[in-house]
């Protein structure tokens, strides 16, 4: 086992051993954001799909250690872990079953159903201060990807319009971070998921990113449900450009904790 820097790729990726999520990129109670954190930490592996499982919530500002074990042939890069201390927060691994792509929706229709939305006021949103869909994040802080119903479709299905701030670039860069595009098709599977309905918090989110979101350009985000199981939700999201073009897609676990327990809610968790 070793504890070292990312794998080298994008401008983006490379970092320092510990890894630490700023402020800006919290969720609620001090926790940081699941899909941003995730993200961060997919860095470690090599491109392709990651699955990243959520053990517990990361804190803001405070540097978690970072552990990447080999692969069977010797290979860095087969297992990232983040711990504070002797507990682990959070796990990532190499995800080998194909992905559910959603078909694009298109841009006019996307931005219709956002103007319709599932994501309420300050007053209801379950964490109005989140760093993607939160309603109290200003366009040069969060994301603020607040999707709606598109009419007449199935499964829940909900899409809204992107366009990446600069701010969520690198310095000099002309593309959204990797964590930061990870973060984009997060909270959205929650919404498919009718999060206004529930509280949903994170257990598992995997993701495959092709290409990085260019900055200042129009996308289309989307997402519908899979299926339910319990106090077990599955869903799926994608990010497309305007031409319809897949960039990222995401299968995500959630479970609904307002309805059977709140002790992620104790610890901090919000829907993302």
Do not use: K, N
């Not at 860095?43 to 804190?59: E, F, I, N, Q, S």
């Not at 519908?224 to 676990?253: F, I, P, S, W």
Request: net charge negative; with cysteine.
């Amino acid at each position: 086992m070793t504890t070292r820097s990312p794998q080298p790729g994008p401008p983006d990726r490379p970092g320092p051993p510990d890894l630490v999520v700023p402020e800006r990129f919290r969720s609620t109670g001090g926790a940081a954001h699941c899909g941003w954190a995730a993200g961060a930490l997919a860095r470690y592996l090599a491109p392709g799909a990651v699955a990243v499982d959520l053990r517990a919530v990361l804190p803001l500002d405070e540097p978690v250690q970072v552990r990447v074990d080999e692969r069977r042939d010797g290979a860095d890069g087969g297992r990232a872990t983040a711990w504070d201390g002797d507990r682990l927060l959070m796990e990532a691994t190499h995800w080998e079953r194909p992905l559910e792509t959603l078909a694009p929706v298109d841009p006019a229709l996307a931005r219709t159903a956002a103007r319709a939305g599932v994501v309420p006021g300050p007053a209801l949103h379950p964490v109005p201060v989140c760093f993607c869909c939160g309603c109290d994040r200003s366009a040069a802080d969060g994301l603020r990807i607040h999707p709606g119903h598109v009419p007449g479709s199935a499964r829940g299905l909900v899409a809204t319009t992107w366009t990446p701030h600069a701010s969520t670039g690198a310095t000099g860069a002309s593309t959204a971070t990797l964590p930061v595009t990870w973060a984009a098709i997060d909270c959205v599977g929650a919404w498919a998921g009718t999060l206004s309905d529930r509280l949903l918090v994170h257990q598992r989110l995997v993701v495959e990113v092709l290409d990085l979101p260019r900055l200042g350009e129009e996308h289309v985000v989307v997402a519908a449900v899979q299926g339910t199981l319990g106090d077990r939700v599955h869903t799926v999201a994608a990010l497309h450009d305007v031409q319809g073009r897949l960039l990222a897609r995401a299968e995500h676990l959630w479970r609904d904790v307002l309805h059977h327990d709140d002790h992620l809610l104790r610890a901090g968790a919000g829907p993302s």
